[in-house]
Nanobody, 121 residues
Framework: EVQLVESGGGLVQPGGSLRLSCAAS????????MSWVRQAPGKGLEWVSAISWNGDSTYYAESMKGRFTISRDNAKNTLYLQMNSLKSEDAAVYYCAKNDGVVPGRRYDYWGQGTQVTVSS
């Protein structure tokens, strides 16, 4: 079965950095694009970033550009999100999500349990 397990969340101060990981299993990882999606308290799901099957193409929400970097290691079936210059509004539960094709889109068929990112002074 498909499994996506996020890790790396925690408490950081504004301006700090954090690296999230998502360990994937149960499917051919390099056949699919992957995405990060987050949900802040009281808000809906917000798309964060996406990466194509081979990592050649990456996409970011405007507020993340220049601060976040998505990457993947297909040999390890792992997706990453490096987050720098974190802001209070970045606090959320971050989920990795499997896209249903080789390029990013808005169709996700599996989600992880999420990892909590708290940004507070």
């Amino acid at each position: 079965e498909v499994q996506l397990v996020e890790s790396g969340g925690g408490l950081v101060q504004p301006g700090g950095s954090l690296r999230l990981s998502c360990a994937a299993s149960g499917f051919t990882f390099d056949d699919y694009a992957m995405s990060w999606v987050r949900q802040a308290p009281g808000k809906g799901l917000e798309w964060v970033s996406a990466i194509s099957w081979n990592g050649d193409s990456t996409y970011y929400a405007e507020s993340m550009k220049g601060r976040f970097t998505i990457s993947r290691d297909n040999a390890k079936n792992t997706l990453y999100l490096q987050m720098n210059s974190l802001k209070s509004e970045d606090a959320a539960v971050y989920y990795c999500a499997k896209n249903d094709g080789v390029v990013p889109g808005r169709r996700y068929d599996y989600w992880g349990q999420g990892t909590q990112v708290t940004v507070s002074s």
